[in-house]
């Protein structure tokens, strides 16, 4: 199901849909892969997921981070309730894959009723149910390299643990040589908070539900796409003690992430007036978004 109605010939949406890169990193990270099946990741790439990479690395500078930042953070969109974000979000449909007939709530709830099988707490099933309402970005009309992708700092060092690195040489930063340092603009273990990250939905939905959820959700929310770090360990010059205690939750989260997508179709009608309920409990009627 895809959150972007562009034509794969629109140079700026190369995937035929923004799902091709969920898919693409469920199978880079299927378990049981070894550290160097994982390094060969291009080979699980078809060549729309690569052009994407691609573009993702060359644009996300730090000064599109600030300019996404200050379009977006003043919350200044309008209010809408987490319903009415996750039926925006049902609009998109993708007309490329016939075979595809879930909408995105009923992706949403796979995640979250995978988490709530497992027994984890309220607020762990509410962030799987509004993990992915970032992507509203797309209705907005930004690119796909500007609502997914792995998330990454900008303003230091690239990581070699980032997949297609080699793209990174036709982002603008990589001309700049106070960016290009370990640290760069940060200080050693200065935490993630004062760290700018590469923009994408998952900034956008943490800015937006980050006063009405508990912090391991808050971090699960903004770091969910951070595979370098909670994944390979990237990045821990960067982070503080209280950032290493918090991603235990982003990686217990992961796997929820990843794999949730194969289980049966969800019946949202049986299913919403417990969701009503959980959402109820976190949210007000309706939020800025």
Not at 1 to 16: E, F, G, I, W
């Amino acid at each position: 199901m895809s959150t972007s109605q562009a034509p794969v010939t629109d140079l700026q949406n190369p995937m035929n849909n923004i799902e091709e890169w969920d898919d693409y990193v469920a199978s880079r990270y299927q378990e049981g892969k070894s550290e160097e099946e994982f390094r060969n990741y291009a080979a699980d790439a078809n060549p729309g997921v690569t052009e994407f990479y691609r573009q993702n690395h060359a644009h996300q500078s730090l000064a599109f981070v600030r300019e996404k930042r200050d379009q977006y953070l003043k919350l200044n969109r309008g209010k809408k309730s987490i319903w009415e974000a996750a039926e925006y979000l049902n609009t998109l449909v993708d007309d490329s894959d016939p075979d595809t007939d879930l909408t995105q709530i009923e992706h949403l709830l796979q995640t979250s009723e995978a988490i709530r099988r497992d027994g984890h707490p309220r607020w762990f099933v509410l962030a799987g149910l509004i993990h992915d309402l970032g992507k509203v970005l797309c209705l907005y009309g930004d690119p796909q390299w500007a609502v997914v992708g792995d998330t990454f700092p900008v303003g230091c060092a690239y990581s070699d643990q980032i997949v297609f690195p080699e793209f990174f040489a036709a982002n603008p930063d990589s001309k700049v040589p106070e960016y290009q340092t370990l640290y760069g603009i940060y200080e050693p273990n200065c935490g993630l908070d004062n760290v700018l990250m590469s923009w994408g939905h998952d900034e956008y939905i943490y800015n937006v539900t980050k006063n009405y959820m508990p912090e391991p959700a808050q971090y699960m929310l903004r770091y969910h796409s951070f595979y370098a770090a909670h994944r390979h360990g990237a990045y821990r010059h960067l982070m503080n003690k209280h950032d290493e205690q918090m991603f235990e939750w982003v990686r217990k989260f992961n796997p929820y992430d990843l794999y949730s997508k194969g289980a049966d179709r969800p019946d949202f009608k049986e299913l919403k007036p417990y969701y009503e309920d959980l959402v109820a409990e976190y949210f007000p009627a309706q939020i800025d978004w």
